[in-house]
């Protein structure tokens, strides 16, 4: 497992790097006693490693058997695991798997299957906290229908929350998806979700911590 940043950071690192080295030179010459700028350039240091953390982009290779596997999109916990009708795509009843991520997970997310991208769909709306089970509906979020290698729909959405404010998403309609291949990002905290076929079988259960790329959730039938 190779990790580097990733390169939705990149930039952002740079510009917070180059701020915090105005503000603790100026602290280092105009501050005294010197153990106040001491204290400050630590803080700093800190505050610049987590989001170095944040962004940091493993790749990630899955060793398990891939016949029908579904694989987590994100690295966090199973915040949600239940029936539910999916109004936008495909419009009936299916298995709804949330994982939700903490700002110190990694924010990269997988194609959680093998298969064809058919629908890519993004929708601006509200920045409520991604635990309560209405932002799958009213959050800014990011829609993708996979068509897997056995010619089952599986829906991945990414969901903007509280502290996160954008949602990246590589995939194209037409594209190749798969589940070692980085399908988009989401900054700073949040959660997918995963509809599912209601026979699909499911190997996790709430509050289970999954790994992006690596852990298999469950397995169409």
């Known amino acids: 497992m190779r990790v580097k940043i990733h390169r939705e950071g990149l930039n952002i690192l740079m510009v917070l790097l180059l701020i915090m080295v105005v503000i603790n030179l100026s602290a280092w010459m105009f501050i005294r006693p010197v153990e106040i ?7 700093c240091a800190v505050l610049y490693l ?3 953390n944040f962004f940091r982009s493993p790749r990630r290779t899955f060793r398990g058997d891939r016949d029908r596997v579904v694989v987590s ?3 966090g916990t199973v915040v949600a695991l239940e029936e539910v009708f999916e109004p936008e795509v495909p419009r009936r009843k299916v298995k709804m798997l949330s994982v939700f991520m903490s700002v ?3 924010h990269a997310n997988w194609f959680p299957v093998d298969g064809e991208v058919l629908l890519v769909r993004h929708h601006k709306g509200r920045f409520l906290s991604a635990y309560l089970p209405k932002a799958s509906v009213e959050n800014e979020r ?5 068509r897997a290698e056995n010619g089952q729909e599986i829906l991945m959405r990414q969901i903007a929350g509280a502290v996160a404010r954008r949602i990246v998403t590589y ?3 037409g594209e190749r998806a798969d589940i070692e291949d ?3 990002f989401i900054k700073f905290g949040s959660r997918v979700d995963l509809y599912l076929p209601l026979d699909t079988e499911i190997f996790v259960k709430i509050g289970d911590k999954t790994v992006g790329g690596v852990t298999t959730v469950a397995r169409l039938r």
């Open 37 to 43: 700028p001491i204290v400050f350039s630590a803080v």
């Open 50 to 52: 987590l989001v170095v």
């Open 73 to 75: 999109s994100v690295d």
């Open 104 to 106: 110190f997970n990694v």
């Open 142 to 146: 990011s829609t993708v229908l996979i």
């Open 171 to 173: 995939a194209n309609p």
């Open 182 to 184: 980085h399908m988009g």
